[in-house]
T-cell receptor, first 115, second 111 residues
Framework: GAVVSQHPSWVICKSGTSVKIECRSL??????MFWYRQFPKQSLMLMAT?????????EQGVEKDKFLINHASLTLSTLTVTSAHPEDSSFYIC???????????FGSGTQLSVL | EDKVVQSPLSLVVHEGDTVTLNCSYE??????LLWYKQEKKAPTFLFML????IEKKSGRLSSILDKKELSSILNITATQTGDSAIYLC???????????FGKGTLLTVNP
């Protein structure tokens, strides 16, 4: 299957700092990428849809000024958690859609811990 | 609002047992249903189903979609401890084809 690389795997930061997470499709071009958040023992919750070259579409209840998404190329999307607080601590996963097949492939996820 | 419901939420079986996981959905402009297996980190793709009644098979795993009943099942035969994981069902729909995930079924296979 297609490969999606997500970096970093783990990040620990102080409250008030910003954290950037990268998501790359390594062997295919992804016009659309998705960002999910997952709390322990819960399912994936879609945060936003990232479209190459245009603004991201955020799900209801997700603050777009807090979770900045940039999809500058067909292989890279970034999620920046601005002014992170302890309640932002979570597992964040990106996914990229392989356009011809419409299958979604996931990155390995980023565990964010805000102290 | 799109909805995906999985059952059971958790299941404990012994090695060698056969299990059936269920997924039902209410989605606008249904396009496909996908099954994923999640162990420690990111979900790994198992199946994508778009047509009703056609079984997809991979080793001991198989899945089928019933568009009339708006549901799908995932079967695992001769379970092994390595099958222990959360199995996620997701349904794609709408113009931007976003996926809506169910809460998952936590499967534990004991030796």
């Amino acid at each position: 299957g297609a490969v999606v690389s997500q970096h970093p795997s783990w990040v620990i930061c102080k409250s008030g700092t910003s954290v950037k997470i990268e998501c790359r499709s390594l062997d295919f071009q992804a016009t659309t990428m998705f960002w999910y958040r997952q709390f322990p023992k819960q399912s994936l919750m879609l945060m936003a849809t990232s479209n190459e070259g245009s603004k991201a579409t955020y799900e209801q209840g997700v603050e777009k000024d807090k979770f900045l998404i940039n999809h500058a190329s067909l292989t890279l999307s970034t999620l920046t958690v601005t002014s992170a607080h302890p309640e932002d601590s979570s597992f964040y996963i990106c996914s990229a859609r392989d356009s011809p097949s419409l299958k979604l492939f996931f990155g390995s996820g980023t565990q964010l811990s805000v102290l | 609002e799109d909805k995906v419901v999985q059952s059971p939420l958790s299941l404990v079986v012994h090695e060698g047992d056969t299990v059936t996981l269920n997924c039902s959905y209410e989605v606008t402009n249904f396009r496909s249903l996908l099954w994923y297996k999640q162990e420690k980190k990111a979900p790994t793709f198992l199946f994508m189903l778009t047509s009703s009644g056609i079984e997809k098979k991979s080793g001991r795993l198989s899945s089928i979609l019933d568009k009339k009943e708006l549901s799908s099942i995932l079967n695992i035969t001769a379970t092994q401890t390595g099958d222990s994981a959360i199995y996620l069902c997701a349904v794609g729909g709408g113009s931007n084809y976003k996926l809506t995930f169910g809460k998952g079924t936590l499967l534990t296979v004991n030796p």
